[in-house]
């Protein structure tokens, strides 16, 4: 194959920094292996990706046009909304099918990069779930080969959402898993993909000059690294914790935080997320406020977070990271710095596993504070041996996706791998 033009469809533009990296991993193999292939997404936010990743992109529906997020807080008379429905929204939704399949026409390849994408836990079914089987369909009704690329799974709620997950997969010429639980759960919801193989997460292919240079200056204190984050409970809204969760997440997160800095270590507040962490930020901060907390100066470290070179940045200064943001952990291991995950989700448990640290995830509702102390100790008296270890599986990964971007970008054939590289995850 030598493919002209190449598009990408995701949830990007929406500033988490996990997802932003996904893309801008595989943009980055994608010219070095087609420099003049014209490129395009498909996206939640165009102006945002376009601007931060150089290339054209467009609304994935048009719900995510400008404007069309405004909504009004009065009440609608269920007359209207019915009329609403029937002369607005479903003309407006034969009229995305249009658009979806001109947008592809010419196109040789659709590629559904990484991210968690196969899952309803934030939609429902006609959310996510029945957008990716629309581009699924357009894609193959224009003859654009259609390529989900290390793809996670996972949770899926609804019914529909089984039936237009497995139809989107089944269009596909070529299907790899982030992990073995995302393949796992495919084939527990009646999808064969036995054939299927597993990838390591796309961002372990970020381009190695965009990694910053640690800070070698003498450091008084070892640097802690606190990824937050906006949990309600577990993944899906028929198990959404509200209120009660979140301060009790946040509650234990002040805890932990104050032990670090009366233990003499320098914390350094990380997020993963721009729309949604930074509010769990000052949260954090104002209770620590209240509750009296003095740090000596420069022990707690709070700086913006707009990019993913700034989460690379700061992450870099850190000596040790402890997340409840996917991607916070996963940067972590590319830098070398041993990490601890703070779980909500069985992938946090894959990634860890993988790269020997299996030990150092915890379910983030039974978080206890004296063994994340202890194990911080442990780190980083370990640190001599752990690193090495993380080096080889981390160049591993990234040898892996070198694989199979020639491999299927060059065919859109599978591409096999060895599944010794990502272990189940146990317990």
């Known amino acids: 194959m030598n493919p002209k033009k190449i598009a990408f469809y995701g949830l990007f533009g929406q500033q988490n920094w996990g997802n932003e990296c996904t893309l801008q991993a595989i943009i980055y193999h994608v010219r070095r292996q087609y420099p003049d292939a014209e490129l395009r997404c498909f996206c939640t936010d165009p102006e945002d990706t376009s601007r931060r990743h150089n290339i054209a992109a467009y609304p994935a529906s048009y719900c995510f046009t400008r404007g069309s997020r405004v909504k009004s807080s009065k009440k609608v008379n269920p007359v209207i909304n019915l009329l609403q429905k029937t002369f607005v929204r479903i003309p407006k939704e034969l009229a995305s099918w249009i658009e979806a399949y001109k947008s592809l026409q010419g196109f040789d390849m659709l590629i559904v990069p990484g991210t968690g ?15 990716l089987f629309k581009w699924s369909l357009a894609a193959k009704a224009c003859r654009c080969k259609l390529l989900f690329m290390s793809v996670g799974a996972g949770p899926m709620y609804q019914p529909l959402t089984r039936r237009l997950i497995k139809a989107a997969l089944s269009l596909a010429d070529y299907r790899s898993y982030r992990d073995s ?24 292919s970020l381009p190695a000059d965009l990694f910053p240079t640690c800070d070698q200056r003498d450091k008084k204190r070892t640097v802690i690294g606190v990824g937050v984050k906006d949990y309600c409970g577990v993944l899906g809204l028929p198990e959404h914790g509200g209120d009660e969760k979140y301060y009790r997440f946040i509650s234990k997160l002040d805890i932990f935080v104050t032990t670090l800095l009366e233990r003499g270590y320098e914390v350094r507040l990380l997020i993963g997320d721009q729309l949604y962490d930074n509010k769990v930020k000052q949260d954090l901060m104002d ?15 709070n700086e913006p977070i707009a990019s993913v070179a700034e989460v690379l940045s700061q992450i870099a200064a850190c000596d040790i ?5 996917f991607h916070n952990v996963l940067l972590a291991l590319m ?33 206890a504070v004296d063994a994340l102390a202890g194990q911080i100790v442990e780190l980083e008296a370990n640190a001599a041996t752990i690193k090495p270890r993380i080096r080889q599986k981390v160049e591993e990964y990234r040898i892996a996706l070198d694989g199979q ?3 299927v970008l060059q065919s859109g054939q599978p591409a096999v791998l060895d599944q010794v590289l990502l272990p189940v995850a146990k317990g």
């Open 117 to 131: 994408l196969l899952t309803d836990f934030s939609s429902n079914s006609l959310g996510i779930p029945y957008r």
């Open 181 to 204: 639980y995302s393949k796992q759960f495919v084939q527990g919801i009646g999808f064969k993909a036995d054939g299927d193989p597993i990838y390591p997460d796309l961002a372990f």
């Open 287 to 301: 209770l620590l406020q209240r509750r009296g907390v003095k740090p000596q100066e420069g022990q707690i470290t």
């Open 321 to 325: 990271v402890v997340s409840a943001r």
């Open 335 to 367: 830098l070398n710095k041993p990490a601890i995950s703070l779980s909500y989700h069985d992938k946090f448990a894959c990634l860890m596993a993988g790269v020997g640290l299996g030990s150092y995830c915890h379910d983030i509702d039974d978080l």
């Open 405 to 407: 971007y020639a491999r």
